[in-house]
Structure formats: structure tokens, C-alpha cells
């Protein structure tokens, strides 16, 4: 039996809206990622600031058409899910950082290994390494977050980053809890998974390495920044006068190639020239150099 050209014509169109309802129903279970910023009087984002006259929660989660297994957003797990608007491959207006396998070792994807950061004082962190990722850090519905005194807004930082730990040097008691802010600075922050990477080299702190607990000394780093004279070099760190005015924690790994602590460079995240896989033993020191003159050393 033939097919005249208008029964042709009408099948193919009802083929083409066949395809594209699925599309179109999956397409309809979220909002627009793009529609929320400060110019159409919203805060930008979905992040908080969510009322009876808002649609923000459409943005990330979708009811009863979702895409992905993870509370109902776009993909499977977090870090996927904040993926979808944050990693520059998906080519957003919105995209802020970079999350791969290196820095932080935020992942979208799962095959790759983790690096989170190191626990340095018991109870041990208390997110699994494979789980690691931007939840960990962040508070992505704006209720638990905190504003550092050099950061200036929130970021969407976890007011405690790591609940259940003895925290050495942040303190989230000191946060006012009407306006969120703290006169901590980031590296105190840093310090909730690094204790043993901030303070005074004369400060011991219990580290691990594997199940072993050691008591281990860093070099002095603190939350302010090493000043330094005209030729860049660090001028007021002298470790004997037991004084901590070492550098803060961007300073020696400032995370180039990305947003601090998104970084696209090794996990380590050290300054540019230096050995940053662990695996070569010969450009480490350029990390020293970048602060301390070698040429004055006596």
C-alpha cells in the first residue's frame, strides 16, 4: 500500500514531535540554570532566598521529572549536580570554578581517584574520601554558611566544615549568628581539615599517617600575610624569635590555573616552578625560592 505525499508529510511530523516529547517533558522538570540573577531583582543564583513569590527550587531539583538519582537534581551525585552549572566545560554563563581531580580533588565523575583534604586531629574528618566534593565545603541552600574576614561575602562556605572535630585554630563559636560574620580569616577556615598546617612552628599537633597518630610540627603560617621587601622576598619571618608571622595558606599554594582552592593545577596546588605531583624530586624547592631569598642565607 503507498503512502500519498500529504500521509507522508503528516507522518513525518508526528515522527518529529514523537522524537522531541521526551525532550520536552525532561526539559520541563527544571527551570532555565540561567533566569536568576541580580538584574531581574533576585539574588543571583539558586542558592537561598527562597519564598512563597519564588521558583528557584526548579533550577536544581525537579519534582516529578528529574533527571538524576541525587535528591532529585540533574545527575547522579553533589558534585555532579553543582557540575551542571559550575565546570567550564558545560559552557554556562554562570561557571565559577574548575572541579577536577586536581586541587582539591573535587570529581564529578566517579572513576577517578579522590585526594581530600588531610585529617589532623582526632575525631577522624567525617566525609569518606570517595564522597568527597562540593558539599563538603559548601552549605548550597545558603542556611549554614559563614562570612570570613577576608573573604568578604559568604561563598557559600559551611560555617562548621567539619562537625564532630577539635578544632585548633577556627573557632566557630566567634561567628555572630544574626549577620553570619566572623573575624576569622580563610586560613582559619582551611585550618577545620589542616590543623596541622597552621600555626607556629613551636605548635605540636597530632597527625596522621595512615591509622598512626604522630605528633608532627609545621612550618609558621598563619591567617595574615608575610610581608614582604622590595625584591619580594619574605622580611619578617625569623623562626627564632618564635613569632608567627608566616605566610598564610595562598601564599604558597595559591591554586594557579584556577578560582582558590579550584584549582587546575596538581593536587598540592604550590606556586608556579615547583615539584607538585610528589613524584619529582628536584623542583620542590622553587616553592622555598618564591619566598625566601637563597642568596642571603648565611
Known amino acids: 500500500m503507498g503512502f500519498t505525499k500529504k500521509g507522508l508529510i503528516f507522518s513525518l511530523l508526528a515522527l518529529v514531535i514523537l522524537l522531541l516529547a521526551p525532550a520536552a517533558v525532561f526539559a520541563a522538570g527544571y527551570n532555565d540554570p540561567l533566569q536568576y540573577t541580580v538584574a531581574n531583582g533576585y539574588p543571583q543564583g539558586p542558592h537561598g532566598g527562597y519564598t512563597t513569590t519564588t521558583n528557584k527550587c526548579k533550577e536544581c531539583h525537579a519534582v516529578h521529572l528529574a533527571t538524576g538519582s541525587y535528591v532529585l537534581t540533574r545527575s547522579n551525585t553533589a558534585s555532579e549536580a553543582c557540575d551542571f552549572c559550575h565546570n567550564p566545560s ?21 572513576p577517578e581517584p579522590l585526594v581530600a583534604p588531610d585529617d589532623t586531629t582526632p575525631t577522624a574528618f567525617s566525609i569518606s574520601q570517595s564522597n568527597w566534593g562540593c558539599d563538603s565545603c559548601h552549605s548550597v541552600h545558603n542556611n549554614s554558611v559563614v562570612i570570613l574576614a577576608d573573604v568578604g561575602t559568604s561563598k557559600l562556605l559551611k560555617a562548621d566544615p567539619n ?30 581539615c589542616h590543623n596541622a598546617n597552621l600555626g607556629s612552628h613551636k605548635t605540636s599537633k597530632q597527625a596522621w599517617t595512615g591509622t598512626t597518630a604522630i605528633t608532627a610540627y609545621s612550618h609558621d603560617s598563619s591567617e595574615t600575610s608575610t610581608s614582604l621587601d622590595g625584591s619580594g622576598f619574605a622580611l619578617d619571618v625569623n623562626p627564632k624569635d618564635e613569632i608567627n608571622k608566616g605566610p598564610n595558606c595562598r ?19 604550590l606556586v608556579s616552578g615547583a ?14 625560592i618564591n619566598c625566601h631569598n637563597t642568596a642571603a642565607l648565611p
Open 275 to 288: 615539584s607538585q605531583s610528589g613524584t619529582d624530586k628536584n623542583y620542590l624547592d622553587a616553592a622555598c
Open 90 to 110: 558545560t559552557g554556562l554563563a554562570t561557571k565559577k570554578v574548575s572541579m577536577n581531580a586536581n586541587g582539591h580533588g573535587i570529581n564529578a565523575g566517579a
Open 251 to 269: 601564599q604558597c599554594h595559591p591554586a594557579e590555573g584556577g578560582s582558590f582552592p579550584h584549582s587546575g593545577a596538581a593536587p598540592s596546588m
Open 163 to 192: 562537625p564532630g572535630k577539635n578544632y585548633l585554630f577556627y573557632n566557630p563559636s566567634l561567628i555572630d549568628t544574626s549577620t553570619r560574620q566572623t573575624p576569622q580569616k580563610l586560613a582559619a577556615w582551611c585550618s577545620a
